[in-house]
């Protein structure tokens, strides 16, 4: 099983609809978890960090932990073709290494 | 700030050649980080360092070496070049405190063994 397990995708939604992604964890020690937004051929950005359980909303985006479930997901609220990328989802693990999921594709379409 | 740099952006190098990947930071983090991302894939830990002179194996350590010397720098070693070895190798610095803190990268450096 891994750490990180994402839905490799290609997730695809209309420009305006909702776009909801979705990653579980199996270290239940994990206590902070990251989504990261990666452009073809570029560098992992940080999007969202949430370290608690609940909700956490930054503009369109909104980060979902349930610990209970080992349950991580991400929404994008209002999806531009510009949110089209790969969105890497990360655990920190014990001695402050984060491990990534493969990361979902998701696709915009105007 | 330059953030964190890396060189080379590229190389192709032979099976069996060596070569080092430099990273610098500016930004005075304590922790920096390797890591390598094959296509379609996450990215995996190699090596990590939390201070000048100390070094921890990741994830995928093996047919890499590492030193740190001062804070800004953090080279990554590949001493015997193999075919699996191709990859995106990614630099990453964050500043040290509470567990979370985001971690900065660097451009990247695409590398091909023939």
């Known amino acids: 099983q891994k750490e990180v397990e994402q839905n490799s995708g290609p997730l695809s939604v209309p420009e305006g609809a909702i776009a909801s992604l979705n990653c579980t964890y199996s270290?239940?020690?994990?206590?902070?978890f990251f989504w990261y937004r990666q452009y073809s051929g570029k560098s992992p950005e940080l999007i969202m960090s949430?370290?608690?359980?609940g909700d956490k909303e930054d503009g369109r985006f909104t980060a979902q932990l349930n610990k209970a479930s080992q349950y991580v997901s991400l929404l994008i609220r209002d999806s531009q073709p510009s949110d089209s990328a790969t969105y890497l989802c990360?655990?920190?693990?014990?001695?402050?290494?984060?491990?990534f999921g493969a990361g979902t594709i998701l696709r915009v379409k105007s | 700030n330059a953030g964190v740099t890396q060189t080379p952006k590229f190389r192709i190098l032979k099976i069996g050649q060596s070569m080092t990947l430099q990273c610098t930071q500016d930004?005075?983090?304590?922790?920096m980080y390797w890591y390598r991302q094959d296509p379609g894939m996450g990215l995996k830990l190699i090596y990590y360092?939390?201070?000048?002179?100390?070094?921890d194996k990741g994830e995928v350590p093996n047919g890499y070496n590492v030193s740190r010397s001062t804070t800004e720098d953090f080279p990554l070693r590949l001493e015997l070049a193999a075919p699996s070895q191709t990859s995106v190798y990614f630099c990453?610095?964050?500043?040290?405190?509470?567990?979370?803190?985001?971690?900065?990268f660097g451009p990247g450096t695409r590398l091909t063994v023939t």
């Open positions: 270290d239940r020690g994990s206590q902070s």
């Open positions: 930004m005075n983090h304590n922790y």
């Open positions: 990453a610095s964050r500043p040290p405190g509470l567990a979370g803190i985001e971690q900065y």
């Open positions: 949430i370290y608690s359980n």
């Open positions: 990360a655990a920190l693990k014990h001695g402050n290494k984060l491990v």
């Open positions: 360092s939390v201070g000048a002179g100390i070094t």
